[in-house]
Each structure stands twice: as structure tokens, then as C-alpha cells.
């Protein structure tokens, strides 16, 4: 699976947008980007998916570049409750259901 | 529906004991993953198991091992414990292989 690259902290201030940003510059053609969070100690939590169109759903958006070598996940109005590692993942749709977690970010939203 | 269920929640071994840990998936999931998470390393894939049948092996011994049932739930074991298999581990179902997973709380084993 092609690696991805994501900062490893933000800070969003409640109620504002929150705008993840992830690189996957060696992404294939057959290679997904899924986002997942893990708030503290619990399980990640399935967000979000998508091949090469912009994706949304009822917690967020997925915006890929045309080029799919990077993507952007936006949560629309960041709350505390939203405070966790969010991670983006590459996975190739063939190739199981194997993830591979990378260090994520944090992101810590602030009232 | 129910989400993915793992029992025990937390538990507590001595070094070179076996543990097994169980995991449930939602209702309908036919796939089941397993995960380690460490401070040090962080989320590990251990394996996966599909109609019974482990289709992914993640890069771990021997000692790692599992197996799923015919209503898809599934095990997952660790014989001769060391302090560094300290973690969570995470189950995760999805319905089936290729499709999103979804996670359980985890158990929480600390190995003394």
C-alpha cells in the first residue's frame, strides 16, 4: 500500500471547519483513501472513503486532487467532542482488508 | 445493530501464560481483522479471517495466532505471553473482504 504522510498535530477552534490534509504522492490506480479517528483509548471509527471523486457523508467530506496524490478530509463544524487522531490510510481494494495505520494527526479542537 | 463486541475488556496475564481473546462481529459481517496497538509502535495488522479462513497474515510470530467460526465470530490467541505483548488489540469487521471495517473497544492485556 502507498504510504501517506499527514501532520502531526492541528488545532481547530470549535464550531470552525476542520481541514485534515494527507499526501499520497505513490498512490496507484487501484488504491482507496480512507479515513479513519480514534478518539482516546477507544476503537478507530470508520469516517469516510473514496477513489478519486469528492465524497460526503453525514460526519464529513473527502476532497481528492484531480491527480489523487493528495486528499483533504473536512469536518464541516469541528465540536470538542470531535478531538482525536485521525488517520488517512491508502488501501488497495484488491489486496484485502488489511490497514496500515501511519502516526495520524491530532487534532485538538479548542472552545 | 450491535456494534463489534470483544470480551474481556481488560485483562491481566503473567508472563509466559496464554491468553485468548474473542471478538463478535456486527450482525451480518462475514470478514474479521485483528489489530495490536502499542505506544511504541502503533496499530499493527495481525491478521484476517474470511468464511473461516485466514486470508492476510501481519508480520508477527508464531505465538499470534486465531481462527473464525462458522457465525463468523472470531479468536484470536497468544501463547507464551511477553511483556512486550502489552496492548490493545482491536477487532474489526466489515461484511465483507475489500469493504470498510468497523472496529470494537478493544481488549486491553497487560502482561506482567
Known amino acids: 500500500d502507498a504510504k501517506t504522510t499527514q501532520p502531526p498535530s492541528m488545532d481547530c477552534a470549535e464550531g470552525r471547519a476542520a481541514n485534515l490534509p494527507c499526501n499520497h504522492s505513490?498512490?496507484?490506480?487501484?488504491?482507496?483513501v480512507y479515513w479513519y479517528r480514534q478518539i482516546h483509548s477507544q476503537g478507530p471509527q470508520y469516517i469516510i472513503h473514496g477513489l478519486k471523486n469528492n465524497e460526503t457523508n453525514e460526519m464529513a467530506s473527502l476532497i481528492i486532487t484531480e491527480d489523487r496524490k493528495s486528499s483533504t478530509l473536512i469536518l464541516p463544524h469541528a465540536t470538542l467532542r470531535d478531538t482525536a487522531v485521525y488517520y488517512c490510510?491508502?488501501?488497495?481494494?484488491?489486496?484485502?482488508?488489511?490497514?496500515?495505520f501511519g502516526g495520524g494527526t491530532r487534532l485538538m479542537v479548542k472552545p | 445493530k450491535a456494534g463489534v463486541t470483544q470480551t474481556p475488556r481488560y485483562l491481566i496475564k503473567t508472563r509466559g501464560q496464554q491468553v485468548t481473546l474473542s471478538c463478535s462481529p456486527i450482525s451480518g459481517h462475514r470478514s474479521v481483522s485483528w489489530y495490536q496497538q502499542t505506544p511504541g509502535q502503533g496499530l499493527q495488522f495481525l491478521f484476517e479471517?474470511?468464511?473461516?479462513?485466514?486470508?492476510n497474515k501481519g508480520n508477527f510470530p508464531g505465538r499470534f495466532s486465531g481462527r473464525q467460526f462458522s457465525n463468523s465470530r472470531s479468536e484470536m490467541n497468544v501463547s507464551t505471553l511477553e511483556l512486550g505483548d502489552s496492548a490493545l488489540y482491536l477487532c474489526?469487521?466489515?461484511?465483507?473482504?475489500?469493504?470498510?471495517?468497523?472496529f470494537g473497544p478493544g481488549t486491553r492485556l497487560t502482561v506482567t
Open positions: 474489526a469487521s466489515s461484511q465483507s473482504m475489500s469493504y470498510e471495517q468497523y
Open positions: 505513490t498512490i496507484s490506480g487501484n488504491e482507496y
Open positions: 479471517y474470511f468464511s473461516e479462513t485466514q486470508r
Open positions: 490510510i491508502v488501501r488497495d481494494y484488491n489486496a484485502g482488508n488489511m490497514l496500515t
